[in-house]
């Protein structure tokens, strides 16, 4: 299956003269600039114009369906759309109900404050982000942040006494700062300057997360989603990628996603992000952590697809040894992660055979046809910097991820 579906992915699929177009139906917040805006059926952003060019690579009309924030999962898994856009933060809870492509982009949650009078005053040299968001978190203090997404739950992870107001228009959180209704308004690095214009005394906190922004697939269009990631991968390698993001992203956007590296990165990231809930429903149902002879057969299958990917690709697979080494290397990162991961009555409980292990095996089958695209002469120490900034959040050390980082790049080396 998993050669049929890189099969798919390397050949772009034309249509005949006399055929009309396929309808591709594409989510859309509608309310996300620069990400994506729709008035009267036309869609801007950086979204539209991405999808607009697959849209005419693959021969597809696009249909644009409108989304609420807080009922993103539940219309995607209701078929309501194909793919969402409009600057889908990669979350775990969403892991396990859509697939994710490649990233096509990474911001950070950035605070814009009118500091209260209350508030410690601004020191020199600026004090450090979360230091400040820790002496902001008192009842007094008003915190406007759009309802339902990533950001509201940025927002509740790090002020546990402060008045949080979720707002269910995203262009409303900035209007409540505006007119005083709020202290601080959550956005992000991209949406954040433009909504700094015109305001007076306003800070700029952050960004003080990392976070990947990706298309994100109903988990039936396993075709879609391969094709997406093969068109991402080229369209990055040819710089049109940069070239949209530098048009509307602007200054926030921090360079290439769309790479073999950055990518197996970022696959390698979300996959660590659900280890936690699994080991929670491992504890749960009973089970241990370790079984050698699951691992044994994990590491046969991984093998066995990577040559199938890269047989569907036209590559070289990497050697069976590199390949062992880097599947060796996520599986004990993995289990560690497991094993730090706190016992709370309040962590998340996920079906591992229901919820969990498909989530998981869409994430492996993006990192199986990932790997033979690894090329050989990567920079080790290069590779190491970028392992331990994508990889931050996981809970790794230093020592767990440079090993990941280096059995990437043994991935390029000796074909």
Known sequence: MLALLAACAVQPRTLPPSSEPRVLRVGTSSDYPPFSTLRDGQASGFDAELMQAYASDRGYRLEWVRFRWPELVADLGAHRFDVATSGITVRPDRSLTGRYTVPVARNGALLLLRRPAWAPPPASPPEEPLALLRALDRPEFRLAVNRGGHLE??????????????????????EALANGEADAALTNTFEGPRWAEGLSGIERVGPFTRDVVALYVEPS??????????????????????????????????????????????????????????????????????????????????????????????????????????????????????????????????????????ALARISARISTLVPRISGGLDREAVRRKAREELASTGLEGAEMDRLADALVELGTGR
């Open 153 to 174: 739950r940025v927002a509740r992870a790090h002020f546990h006494h402060a008045s949080i107001r979720a707002i269910p228009d995203n262009a409303a959180v900035r």
């Open 221 to 358: 269009r396993a075709d879609l989603a391969a094709d997406l990631d093969t068109w991402l991968l080229q369209q990055e390698a040819s710089g049109a990628l940069e070239r949209i993001r530098a048009r509307h992203l602007g200054p926030g956007a921090t360079g290439p996603t769309a790479t073999p590296v950055d990518a197996l990165l970022a696959a390698t990231a979300e996959r660590l992000a659900l280890m936690p809930r699994v080991a929670t429903a491992k504890r749960r149902a009973g089970q241990p952590i370790e079984v050698l002879a699951q691992e044994a057969r994990v590491l046969d299958t991984a093998r066995k697809e990577v040559h199938e990917a890269a047989g569907a690709l036209g590559l070289a697979a990497p050697r069976d040894e590199a390949i062992t080494a880097f599947f060796q290397a996520q599986m004990d990162a993995a289990k560690q992660i497991q094993l730090r991961a706190p016992d709370t009555a309040e962590a998340p409980v996920n079906s591992l055979d229901g919820e969990l292990r498909p």
